[in-house]
């Protein structure tokens, strides 16, 4: 970890340029990354992607060694003497750790930046935070659900609003309309998974 902060410390914050979205409309700004927050950011986009083909290649070859040690078992069976599998197997978990390896470094230093973010800008306890454009910190405002935004039925906000409803007798045509539908189905999915 030490190498990577050594890294980071030598990035030139000016160099640094962050492309992200718009602020929308739930978003407040609360600040803009300073350059220390700026290294770490280019960091991990840079680091994220040198790695990725790597990463990608590892996860192949891992897939690979995986496919052949079962096949070997499905064609041979009983019959097979085990001699090549405990190098696969080793090969397979050297491959593993490798990939959690460097997989867990970055997770760290992303888990540091926004902890860092949070820290820096007093925003500990908001919920979503992201980076905008021209580098702004924003908190992402969470949408009440009301209406039509949680169950796609208007009307119908809430989960205690869908409990009362159903318990005063008054379904939606929505409701009703799926209901129907599932039991025209519970005769095709019977065949297979039974009455």
């Known amino acids: ?7 980071i410390a030598q990035i030139d ?5 962050i492309t992200g979205d718009k602020v929308g ?4 700004v609360v600040g803009v990354l300073t350059d220390d927050l700026k290294r770490f950011w280019n960091f991990l986009e840079t680091e994220t992607e040198k790695r990725r ?3 990608k290649k590892t996860l192949g ?3 690979r060694l995986k496919s052949e040690y079962i096949a070997i078992h499905l064609d041979l069976g009983e019959e097979h003497d085990h001699s090549g599998c405990s190098a696969k197997q080793q090969a397979i978990e050297a491959l593993d750790e490798q990939l959690s390896k460097t997989s867990s470094e970055i997770q760290k230093v992303n888990e540091i930046f926004w902890n860092l ?4 800008f007093d925003i500990v306890d908001a919920p979503e935070i992201a980076i905008r454009e021209n580098n702004q910190v924003v908190i992402i405002k969470q949408e009440e659900l009301t209406g039509e935004s949680m169950f796609g039925i208007d009307g119908l906000g809430s989960l205690e609003e869908l409990l009362e409803m159903l318990e005063s007798g008054r379904v939606p045509a929505e409701i009703r309309m799926i209901s129907s539908l599932g039991k025209c189905r519970r005769g095709i999915f019977s065949k297979f998974f039974g009455s």
């Open 1 to 7: 970890m030490k190498n990577i902060l050594a890294l």
């Open 13 to 17: 914050p000016a160099t640094v340029i």
């Open 25 to 28: 409309k739930n978003e407040t």
């Open 53 to 55: 083909p790597e990463h």
């Open 61 to 63: 070859e891992i897939s």
């Open 117 to 120: 973010l949070r820290l820096e």
